[in-house]
C-alpha cells in the first residue's frame, strides 16, 4: 500500500474535512494523491477556493496541493486508504454520540474495495473500531476484516489554535490489525509526521491511550478548581498558591478554569460509557468531571454575589462577558462553557452582553441562541473574561473601569492580570 500510494498509483480519501481532517488530508497531499470528502457541499465548496471553513488555516496551506475536495460519495471509490476523521461529541445526557462515526463507516463501506486500509482518526473508546464500525463495513462491503481489508487506528492529537505544534510536529500514534498493517500505516504517516511514529501493541491500545490522555488533564484542571473553590473560602489566592507549590520540582503546574471544547470536557464520558458496559462504575473519572461541569454555576453565583455585596439588584444590573470561545486565539466555539456561565447570570435576571473578536456572530446565535455585539458598550455594573485572548492579555484596570460605572467588578475567568495595588477596582479571579 505505502509503495502505491507514494508511486500515486493508488490513492488517499480523508473523510470528514474539519478541525482534524482538513490539516491531514492537506498534509498528505505534499506527497500523495488525495481525495477529500465532507458530506457539507458549502463547506466543500468554500476548500475548493482555497478557504478553511474552521478559520484555521490560510488560503497559502492549499496551495501546490495534490488535492480535490468532493461531496459526492462517488469519488472516493477511487481511493484506497481512507482515513476517517469524523466528530465524536456527546449528547445532552452525556452519552457518546457516535452517529457521525458510524455513518462515515458506512460511507466506507459502500466505496471500499479488496486490498484496502481503512485508518479511524476520531476519539472513541477502547473496542469502538473493531466492535462498532469494521461490522458495519463488512456487512455492506461484503469483505472481511484483516483478510480482504486492513484496518487502523491513529488517534488525532491537534491543537486548534496552536501555530508551533503543528500536525507534522506531533508525534504520531499508530496501530493496525495485524503486523503487516501496522508497518505499511507507519510508512504512510512516516512521510508527513516528522516529529515521529510511535506503534501501539493495538488498536485497542491507541484508542485507550487518546482517551485517557484527555481524561488525565481533565482530573488535574478538576483537581485544581476545587482547590480554588477551598482556597477562595480560606480567603487564599490560587494562582499564588500554584506558584509557590511550582518551586518544588516535581509539582504539575495546573491552573483552574472552565472546561470546554470538543476533547477534554468530552472524551472521559466515552470512557464512562465503556466502563459501564462492562459493569464498572468510574468514581474518580465522574467526580472530576462533576466538578468542571459544576464551574460555570459556581463563578455566576460568584458573581451575582459580587454584585449583591455592592447593594445592587442583579435584576437591574449589566455585566459584559469577553470571549466565549472554549479556549485562547481560536474561532473554535464548540463545547465552550463560558455560555453555561451566560445563561446562569441570565437565570439571576443579569442582563448580559457577550464579545468576542474570534467567534462568528452567525455560528454563535445558530448553536446556542446568544447574539454576539460588535464591540462593547458601557455602564456596565461588571465585566467578565472568560478567555485569554491575547488581544486582552493586553488590556489594564483603566480600559475596564472605562467601561463600568460606580464599584467596578472584574471577574477575570483565565488569571490573566493581576489584583490592582491601588484597589479601584473589585478583581477576583479563580
Known amino acids: 500500500m505505502y509503495d502505491n500510494l507514494k508511486n500515486k498509483e493508488k490513492k488517499i480519501a480523508v473523510i470528514g474535512l474539519g478541525y482534524v481532517g482538513l490539516p491531514l488530508a492537506l498534509e498528505f497531499a505534499k506527497v500523495f494523491s488525495v481525495i477529500g470528502f465532507d458530506i457539507s457541499e458549502p463547506r466543500v465548496e468554500m476548500m475548493k477556493n482555497g478557504i478553511d471553513p474552521s478559520e484555521e488555516l490560510e488560503s497559502s496551506a492549499f496551495e501546490n496541493k495534490d488535492i480535490v475536495f468532493t461531496a459526492d460519495i462517488e469519488d472516493i471509490k477511487e481511493a484506497s486508504f481512507y482515513v476517517v476523521a469524523v466528530p465524536t461529541p456527546v449528547d445532552e445526557h452525556a452519552v457518546p454520540n457516535l452517529k457521525p462515526l458510524l455513518g462515515a463507516s458506512e460511507t466506507v463501506g459502500k466505496v471500499i474495495s479488496k486490498g484496502d486500509y481503512v485508518v479511524f482518526e476520531s ?4 473496542g469502538a473500531t473493531e466492535e462498532d464500525c469494521v461490522p458495519i463495513i463488512e456487512e455492506l462491503s461484503g469483505l472481511k476484516f484483516c483478510e480482504d481489508f486492513k484496518v487502523g487506528y491513529s488517534p488525532e492529537r491537534i491543537n486548534p489554535g496552536d501555530k508551533l505544534r503543528t500536525i507534522d510536529k506531533i508525534l504520531k500514534i499508530v496501530s493496525g490489525c495485524d503486523e503487516e498493517s501496522l508497518k505499511e500505516i507507519s510508512k504512510i504517516y512516516g512521510e508527513i509526521i516528522t516529529a515521529g511514529i510511535y506503534e501501539a501493541a493495538s488498536i485497542k491500545v491507541a484508542e485507550a491511550a487518546k482517551i485517557i490522555e484527555n481524561t488525565q488533564r481533565d482530573l488535574n484542571i478538576s483537581l485544581m478548581n476545587e482547590l480554588s473553590i477551598i482556597f477562595d473560602r480560606m480567603g487564599i489566592d490560587t494562582s499564588e498558591v500554584i506558584e509557590a507549590a511550582g518551586t518544588k520540582w516535581n509539582f504539575i503546574k495546573f491552573t483552574p478554569g472552565l472546561v470546554g471544547g470538543h476533547c477534554i470536557g468530552v472524551d472521559p464520558y466515552y470512557l464512562v460509557y465503556k466502563a459501564k458496559q462492562l459493569g464498572y462504575d468510574p468514581q474518580v473519572i465522574l467526580s472530576g468531571r462533576r466538578i468542571n461541569d459544576g464551574m460555570p454555576a459556581y463563578v455566576a453565583k460568584k458573581l451575582v454575589q459580587s454584585l449583591i455585596q455592592k447593594g445592587k439588584n442583579p435584576q437591574e444590573t449589566k455585566v459584559l462577558v469577553m470571549g466565549v470561545t472554549f479556549k485562547e486565539d481560536v474561532a473554535d466555539i464548540r463545547n465552550t462553557k463560558v455560555t453555561d456561565l451566560i445563561k446562569e447570570l441570565m437565570d439571576y435576571s443579569v442582563e448580559v452582553d457577550i464579545v468576542d473578536p474570534f467567534a462568528s456572530a452567525k455560528d454563535f446565535k445558530k448553536e446556542y441562541g446568544l447574539d454576539l455585539k460588535d464591540k462593547a458598550g458601557d455602564n456596565y455594573d461588571a465585566v467578565l473574561v472568560g478567555v485569554g485572548h491575547q488581544d486582552y492579555k493586553n488590556l489594564d484596570f483603566d480600559y ?26 473589585d478583581y477576583w479571579r479563580l
Open 123 to 126: 476519539t472513541v473508546y477502547p
Open 400 to 425: 475596564f473601569k472605562s467601561l463600568m460605572n460606580g464599584s467596578p467588578v472584574l471577574f477575570d475567568i483565565k488569571g490573566i492580570y493581576d489584583y490592582p495595588k491601588d484597589g479601584s477596582i
